[in-house]
């Protein structure tokens, strides 16, 4: 079989493996570089992120704090984004005729609100520059050799001076990257939901509603908490405020196969605050149902849904509540305590916490300290973020540092 010889293979076309390709072709048009690809297409996690709009980044302009919305790779990332972080993903995408909008929640997508311009802008640029796609390229064996490296897929041979794994979470990579070396944190799901058998707040599916979620221990005490919109759907609870959480605690709630409690408190509010609010209500409104007249930041389905919750029957009045079914209401929006039954994903924006141990990188540049010129990027290492947006920064950091690592010595 033909040997096909190139300077870089990059393994992995995806959203950090193109990056990096066309960072380090710009620099080093001199460079053969070529992108291998599993399947028969490129770029499906940019497509689809962002339900079709692709989440670039976060607006997020300070190293420090960019960095804590990493829970596996927070210490590691603050050098490098130092280097390369949002201004310079905005910047980057913006000179190459894609400008960036941010919206309220932070987010940032293109200002086409499709991932096809993401995807148009990196496809124009492989071909401007000349840079190789193959796809169905299944890899099946990397090693290292004197001047580089040998590469051998299902259907091809290859030799490269340099490679860069940027894979996502591939189990069959990390099997070849354990085999040279490496250890692999074991891989469990982060950025989930939460499922809640529970009809009458099934019922409210399509409410979302601004909370703060705690994961319970067994007597009952929060050890891990988030804030952010949770939305309520037809298997349970899901939205930014859940799907935080899920990270931060995904290693945990692996142990306990997805089996735990949580509280919510719906509202931002003190226990004194509100119960003293809802005295106010019972002098103010005396003469009204208790579902109507309640002067608090949530939808009527969720009010009338926590009524019901905390015994109390939406059609009495304001009048008739003592201060011991006030305290009990009080209770029901504060603490309000489900049992998470298991858990759901969306298999094509699946993400995970697990990988390639971060000692064993430079993040100076994100090379191997087990094996040289091998260089890796993306979800294949063990990092992860709360949000889609923040692990494409991630993606762009590290391969924008490995290609200027890679123009500079190779």
Known sequence: MEVLTYDVVVVGGGAAG?????????????????????????LQKVRISGGGRC????????????????????????????KFMTGDTVAWFESRGVPLKIEEDGRMFPISDSSQSIISCFEEAVNRLGIEILLQQNLVDLKPT????????????????????????????????????HTIVPPVPSLFTFNIDNEALLALQGLSQPATVELLNETGKAWESQAGPVLVTHWGLSGPGVLKLSAVAARELAACDYKFNIRLAWLELQEQE?????????????????????????PKRLWSY??????LNPKAL?????????????NTVLKDVYKVTGKSTYKDEFVTAGGVALSELNFKNFESKVVSRLYMAGEVINVDALT?????????????????DLSDTI
């Open 18 to 42: 193109f990056f990096c390709a066309i960072n380090l072709a710009e620099q080093r048009p001199d460079l053969k570089i070529v992108i291998i690809e599993k399947s028969k297409s490129v």
């Open 388 to 404: 889609g947006g923040f692990n494409f920064q991630n993606a762009w950091t590290g391969a924008h540092l490995i290609a200027q």
């Open 146 to 181: 004197d001047a580089g490296f040998e590469l051998n897929t299902t259907t091809s041979n290859f030799r490269a001076k340099a490679v860069v794994i940027a894979a996502g979470s591939s189990k069959k990579i990390w099997q070849l990257l354990a085999d040279k070396g």
């Open 55 to 82: 989440n670039v980044t976060h607006a997020e302009f300070d190293p420090k704090s960019l960095t804590a919305y990493y829970p596996r790779g927070e210490k590691e990332l603050l050098g490098p984004f130092h």
């Open 306 to 311: 926590l009524l019901d919750r905390a015994g």
């Open 318 to 330: 304001w009048s008739d509540q003592s201060n011991t079914k006030l305290q009990q209401l009080t």
């Open 274 to 298: 509100l119960f003293e609010h809802l005295k106010s209500l019972r002098l103010k409104r005396a003469k009204q149902q208790l579902q109507n007249g309640y002067e608090l930041d949530m």
